[in-house]
């Protein structure tokens, strides 16, 4: 079965780019989808299918999949921007959702 | 755009079911997966499982022998139930709706569920 890692944190200054990374064995052949969760909020997808971004989600938000390893960019980063995201992909071999462990992206 | 909003009691005791229930809005059950995810207070993200418009259901394994979901056609709703329940079920509980290509398009707001005598 999958297990999805990420980096518990990112620091980015106001205007940086960010880069959330997310890996795992044998992904590089599964769609990774991308979640904001805001505290208090109801949490939103920003990139689906490793680079899709849904209506509404600013051209900032970027992501890429490279082998087991799946991006998410977030260029000019912005105060609103502070919150945790969360890949996920659907694994078929058991029919599972799973998700990484989250990253918390701090905006200094 | 379709809205998610769950209902139910907010803290339940120790061994009791937790039942939550979501409300569909501006949209159809049809052709979607409806589910659940929980976020223990400062863990990360659960998958608990979903349940299909037709009603077959999918858990996680380490919850599958306490799990229910089902969906009510007449009320536009979709419901969990988790049995004999713990301490370490306390959780934000989250609804959402999952598309075929199991992503999760819709999120309802969360509600914190505790357990707790």
């Known amino acids: 079965s999958n297990v999805l890692n990420q980096p518990p944190s990112v620091l980015v200054a106001p205007g940086q780019t960010a880069w959330v990374t997310c890996w795992g064995d044998n992904i590089g052949s599964k769609s990774v989808h991308w979640y904001q969760l805001r505290p208090g909020q109801a949490p939103v997808l920003v990139i689906s299918h490793d680079r899709d971004r849904p209506s509404g989600i600013p051209e900032r938000f970027s992501g890429s999949h490279s082998g087991n390893t799946a991006t998410l960019t977030i260029s000019r980063v912005e105060a609103a921007d502070e919150a945790d995201y969360y890949c996920q992909l659907w694994d078929s071999s058991t029919d599972h959702v799973v998700f990484g462990g989250g990253t918390k992206v701090t905006v200094l | 755009q379709v809205q998610l909003q769950a209902s139910g009691p907010r803290l339940v005791k120790p061994s009791d079911t937790l039942s939550l229930t979501c409300t569909v809005s501006?949209?159809?059950?049809?052709?979607?997966?409806w589910g659940w995810i929980r976020q223990p207070p400062g863990k990360g993200l659960e998958w608990i499982g979903f349940v299909f418009y037709t009603g077959g259901a999918t858990y996680n394994p380490s919850l599958r022998s306490r799990v229910a979901i089902s969906v009510d056609w007449t009320r536009n709703q979709f419901s969990l139930k988790l049995a004999a329940v713990t301490a370490a079920d306390t959780a934000t509980y989250y609804c959402?709706?999952?598309?075929?290509?199991?992503?999760?398009?819709?999120w309802g707001q969360g509600t914190l569920v505790t357990v707790s005598s």
């Open positions: 959402t709706r999952e598309t075929h290509s199991h992503l999760l398009d819709s």
């Open positions: 501006s949209g159809s059950l049809s052709s979607f997966y």
